[in-house]
């Protein structure tokens, strides 16, 4: 009697496993539950990604004269603005009608529509874009990466010399200050991916290096007239409808 107690007390722990094996199998069948399969293969991540942003450039007729000689922050707004209405292109009228009224708002607040830094930039955004900005703060590589795989365009602000795009012949004695679009990266490359408005050759999805990207992040400062502020950036994204009582 002893040995076959000691059997079954061996035995039961396996027996309750096979119980709960079987009561599982049979209600997955039942439910049309599936249990999780192990030796299932995980998606690769991503390594190139590439938004469908609409480009516009600073001189969207071509015509580089007057405020479309710096405009561009007002392209990199319209380009934005355009994505979250849900357009991927833009006609030169569109934009032209868009950032001029960017332009008179600054003329109108601070005399001037030349170099509006991020807060200046962010202040645009809130009163006339269809999305909404955060001014981001020491950005890392990741932290903009992400929001371009969550379908969030990020506007940026540079020192244009240290961007080193041969097509614009940025002065070091001016301030120099840029700002871009970007739609996208490419990890096998190793580059952003931005609408870069200010470029009349090859101004679409250009490619900037991680490190030159980072390194050349730099916010206008309107005390130096320089751009030599904070790295900057300005994620995005789309607007919430207000819920009406």
Same mark, same amino acid.
Do not use: C
């Given at each position: 009697m002893l040995k076959r107690d000691y059997v079954l007390i061996l035995l039961a722990p396996i027996l309750c496993l096979l119980v709960i094996f079987v009561f599982f199998s049979d209600s997955?069948?039942?439910?049309? *539950?599936?249990?999780?399969? *192990?030796?299932?293969?995980?998606?690769?991540?991503?390594?190139?990604?590439?938004? +469908?942003?609409?480009?516009?450039?600073?001189a969207p007729d071509g015509n580089w004269t007057g405020s479309w000689i710096n405009a561009c922050e007002e392209a990199s707004i319209t380009m934005v603005h355009r994505f979250y209405q849900g357009e991927s292109t833009t006609? =030169?009228?569109?934009?032209?009608?868009? &950032?001029?009224?960017?332009?008179?708002?600054?003329?109108?607040?601070?005399?001037?529509? &030349?170099?509006?830094?991020?807060?200046?930039?962010? +202040?645009?955004?809130k009163k006339?874009?269809?999305?909404?900005?955060?001014? !981001?703060?020491?950005?890392? =590589?990741?932290?903009?990466?992400?929001?371009?795989?969550n379908g969030r365009p990020v506007i940026s602000l540079h020192y244009g010399v240290d961007l080193q795009n041969p097509n614009i012949p940025f002065k070091p004695t001016g301030s120099a200050f840029h700002v871009i679009v970007v739609v996208g990266f490419n990890d096998e490359t190793q580059q952003f991916?931005?609408?870069?408005?200010?470029?009349?050759?090859?101004? !679409?999805?250009?490619?900037?290096?991680?490190?030159?990207? &980072?390194?050349?992040?730099?916010?206008?400062?309107?005390?130096?007239?320089?751009? +030599?502020?904070?790295?900057?950036? !300005?994620?995005?994204?789309?607007?919430?409808?207000?819920?009406?009582?």
């Open positions: 997955t069948v039942a439910t049309g *539950l599936r249990l999780p399969d *192990l030796t299932e293969k995980v998606e690769p991540e991503k390594k190139v990604v590439i938004l +469908d942003v609409p480009y516009v450039s600073e006609t =030169i009228a569109e934009s032209k009608e868009f &950032m001029t009224l960017l332009f008179n708002e600054q003329k109108k607040l601070y005399k001037s529509d &030349m170099n509006s830094n991020s807060e200046r930039t962010l +202040d645009l955004i006339f874009a269809d999305f909404n900005g955060e001014i !981001i703060t020491d950005p890392t =590589i990741d932290s903009i990466k992400n929001e371009i795989k991916i931005a609408h870069d408005n200010g470029d009349t050759k090859e101004g !679409i999805n250009h490619g900037y290096s991680y490190d030159i990207f &980072m390194n050349s992040l730099h916010d206008y400062n309107h005390k130096t007239y320089k751009s +030599d502020g904070p790295a900057r950036v !300005i994620f995005t994204s789309p607007k919430v409808a207000s819920k009406t009582s």
